[in-house]
């Protein structure tokens, strides 16, 4: 018995120590970063393929394999990448099952028997959530990002309507549009833009791979329209002006939904009151009547 509580702390106090070191790597030399720099590029998984961190790295390569593209394009609009996701699945996971094993470790020194299989079930049953865990975190947060990106949208095509109103070309349009605003997501439209100027590339091409990179409805059907005006010198000034008006529409339903939603998560907690008063009041007439 002691043996074994002995083996689980020992696997448990390893788990953690494996955690910490992935968490806080040890500082790499710089002779070692000047080799890396100068090298062609390659997998970082392969540079790095001894030690617990180079295991731990293909371990979780190979736990995200066959990703669908929804979930590719979640981690895309949040900014994240496969194996930092398949990281994060390992570490919750080991961390999750290290706390299940704490009760086998636990009773046996307090002298109160021995709960070894429950407790490796219960070890199991946390690992698997913990597993799963960092994909519910990921589906929230690419859901609060793509709201936040339909209001940067909707300033974005309002500027970029006023803008070729004014007498602008498409593509100054388009930059004037990213440059309108400060927040992340009007960040990377500006870096986007200028980057695919930079690269002699057309602008709207840029905005469609953004779009389906991060699964933007709205950003790939602003890159349609400012491809037919650039191609074809088609005016999409009444476009433009629709889909913002459109655009802030959906914005102000969906608020108004989430305001409902509230209200009634906030009328349950009142009910429950009301409920629990009868049960308290109506208790002592039926327990007299019982007897």
Excluded: C
């Amino acid at each position: 018995m002691i043996w074994s509580a002995a083996l689980l702390a020992g696997g448990a106090g390893l788990g953690l120590w494996l955690i910490v070191r992935a968490w806080f790597p040890a500082a790499r030399p710089l002779d070692v970063l000047s080799t890396e720099l100068a090298a062609p590029r390659r997998d970082s998984v392969s540079r790095d393929a001894s030690g617990a961190r180079g295991w731990s790295s293909r371990l979780a390569r190979r736990a995200v394999t066959g990703l669908t593209p929804s979930v590719l394009a979640d981690m895309s609009v949040v900014g994240t990448t496969p194996l930092r996701h398949g990281l994060d699945k390992l570490r919750t996971a080991t961390v999750f099952g290290a706390i299940g094993l704490v009760p086998t470790v636990v009773y046996p020194l307090t002298g109160l028997g021995s709960l070894t299989t429950y407790a490796a079930g219960g070890a199991l049953v946390l690992a698997v959530l913990g597993w799963f865990l960092p994909d519910l975190s990921l589906r929230s947060k690419a859901r609060s990002k793509r709201i936040a990106w339909d209001g940067a949208i909707t300033v974005f095509v309002d500027v970029v309507g006023i803008s070729l109103a004014g007498g602008a070309g498409v593509d100054d349009a388009l930059m004037d549009g990213a440059s309108a605003g400060s927040g992340a997501e009007m960040a990377e439209l500006a870096s986007t833009l200028f980057a695919a100027q930079t690269r002699r590339k057309k602008l709207w091409v840029a905005l469609e791979d953004l779009g389906h990179s991060h699964d933007l409805g709205q950003l790939r059907e602003l890159a349609a329209a400012m491809d037919l005006a650039g191609e074809s010198g088609s005016r999409v000034r009444d476009t433009l002006r629709a889909k913002a008006t459109a655009l802030r529409i959906r914005q102000l339903t969906d608020a108004e939904a989430e305001a409902q939603k509230a209200s009634e998560t906030m009328s349950i907690a009142p009910a429950l009151m009301a409920i629990a008063a009868i049960v308290l009041i109506a208790y002592p007439a039926v327990a007299g009547f019982l007897e």
